[in-house]
């Protein structure tokens, strides 16, 4: 009632504290949380590219970005996703596409969240979205050594004369990349000078491709047939049908996929059953057989870990743990 009058008209429910608050916090969460909507229309595939051309340029190529750029990116579907609609969700999936080992998932997946970062310091989206991943705990891949008969095994099974020459390279302890990029100039008559930069063909000097550590290796070889081969040509890619296109990281996998898991034999890719036991074999296993077989052989951690590129500790801490005669040998000799 105001002034005798009666007011009518719709009741305005009061809202409770409870449902207030509640919904108050869900947009603060939502504020902190959901990545804004931005305006940027180029494609994630664009901006990699943008990333990886401004890298070279600046004379510090990415090639693990430039590796996701070309094997977990562009091929699929997401490449062609506007930069500001990458979500978390998004980073997850793309991240699933990646090898299983602890050590090369996170390199892929820091080398994307880094780029995606770049991209909103550059003001192409407002917050990168891997802010709002969750911590993946990648797994520490088991690691399968050969024997000395499997390695003969192996070694027969039907390779192409130039990934043969690859398995034979990573068996004497080179990386997947590294194999790709030796050439028959880097031999010197006893062992292989992995070089961190080579010249392009402009003159200038350029960053080897696969090659993670930051200066110059040199390997001896191990394998007489190795040694062999290398001195049969001077010049040229040692991985290579042509000795001039090394081949690529794609159809490395291609042909591993065709000998190792069997060759397709429909357009749904159904694979034909090999008639060997290697099909749980791994490019990177035939380099940890190489660390075994260093270790096995007495080589100290210091040598063996400079053989392979890797650090002293992390050797150590990957294979010699798995060896029981260490272990009893250091057992022996503390034997009160």
Same mark, same amino acid.
């Given at each position: *009632?105001?002034?005798?009058?009666?007011?009518?008209?719709?009741?305005?429910?009061?809202?409770?504290?409870?449902? $207030?608050?509640?919904?108050?916090?869900? =947009?603060?969460?939502?504020?902190?949380?959901?990545?804004?909507?931005?305006?940027?229309?180029?494609?994630?595939?664009?901006?990699?590219?943008?990333?990886?051309?401004?890298?070279?340029?600046?004379?510090?190529?990415?090639?693990?970005?430039?590796?996701?750029?070309?094997?977990?990116?562009?091929?699929?579907?997401?490449?062609?996703?506007?930069?500001? &609609?990458?979500?978390? &969700? %998004?980073?997850?999936?793309?991240?699933?596409?990646?090898?299983?080992?602890?050590?090369?998932?996170?390199?892929?997946?820091?080398?994307?969240?880094?780029?995606? /970062?770049? /991209?909103?310091?550059?003001? @192409?989206?407002?917050? #990168?979205?891997?802010?709002?991943?969750?911590?993946?705990?990648?797994?520490?891949?088991?690691?399968?050594?050969?024997?000395?008969?499997?390695? =003969?095994?192996?070694? #027969?099974?039907? !390779?192409?004369?130039? *990934?043969?020459?690859?398995?034979?390279?990573?068996?004497?302890?080179?990386?997947?990349? &590294?194999?790709?990029?030796?050439?028959?100039?880097?031999?010197?008559?006893?062992?292989?000078?992995?070089?961190?930069?080579?010249?392009?063909?402009?003159?200038?000097?350029?960053?080897?491709?696969?090659?993670?550590?930051?200066?110059?290796?040199?390997?001896?070889?191990?394998?007489?047939? $190795?040694?062999?081969?290398?001195?049969?040509?001077?010049?040229?890619?040692?991985?290579? &049908?042509?000795?001039?296109?090394?081949?690529?990281? !794609?159809?490395?996998?291609?042909? !591993?996929?065709?000998?190792?898991?069997?060759?397709?034999?429909?357009?749904?890719?159904?694979? =034909?059953?090999?008639? @060997?036991?290697?099909?749980?074999?791994?490019?990177? %296993?035939?380099?940890?057989?190489?660390?075994? *077989?260093?270790?096995?052989?007495?080589?100290?951690?210091?040598?063996?870990?400079?053989?392979?590129? @890797?650090?002293?500790?992390?050797?150590?801490?990957?294979?010699?743990?798995?060896?029981?005669?260490? =272990?009893?040998?250091?057992?022996?000799?503390?034997?009160?």
């Amino acid at each position: *009632m105001l002034s005798g009058r009666l007011l009518i008209g719709p009741a305005v429910p009061k809202q409770s504290t409870v449902a $207030l608050t509640r919904e108050l916090a869900e =947009k603060a969460w939502l504020d902190k949380h959901q990545p804004p909507s931005s305006s940027c229309t180029k494609t994630l595939e664009w901006w990699i590219k943008e990333d990886l051309d401004a890298a070279e340029a600046s004379g510090t190529p990415n090639p693990i970005l430039g590796t996701v750029y070309d094997q977990y990116v562009r091929p699929f579907k997401w490449a062609t996703k506007l930069l500001g &609609e990458i979500t978390a &969700e %998004d980073l997850v999936t793309i991240q699933e596409q990646f090898p299983k080992s602890a050590g090369t998932g996170r390199r892929y997946g820091s080398a994307l969240h880094a780029s995606l /970062a770049r /991209a909103a310091k550059a003001g @192409h989206i407002a917050t #990168a979205p891997a802010l709002t991943l969750p911590k993946t705990n990648w797994k520490q891949q088991f690691k399968r050594v050969l024997s000395p008969e499997e390695r =003969k095994a192996f070694l #027969a099974l039907p !390779w192409r004369p130039a *990934m043969r020459i690859g398995v034979l390279l990573m068996f004497n302890g080179l990386r997947g990349g &590294e194999a790709r990029g030796v050439r028959y100039e880097d031999f010197d008559g006893e062992g292989i000078l992995l070089r961190r930069q080579i010249l392009s063909d402009n003159g200038k000097p350029k960053v080897k491709q696969g090659l993670k550590s930051q200066e110059d290796r040199w390997v001896p070889v191990i394998s007489p047939d $190795l040694k062999n081969i290398l001195k049969s040509r001077k010049k040229g890619y040692v991985m290579s &049908e042509d000795g001039v296109n090394p081949i690529a990281p !794609w159809l490395f996998r291609s042909m !591993w996929d065709c000998v190792i898991k069997g060759p397709t034999i429909d357009r749904k890719h159904t694979r =034909k059953k090999p008639d @060997h036991p290697f099909t749980d074999v791994t490019p990177h %296993d035939l380099r940890s057989t190489c660390a075994m *077989m260093l270790l096995e052989a007495g080589i100290d951690l210091r040598t063996s870990a400079e053989i392979l590129g @890797h650090d002293p500790a992390m050797l150590a801490q990957i294979y010699a743990r798995s060896r029981k005669d260490l =272990k009893i040998a250091a057992a022996k000799k503390l034997a009160i």
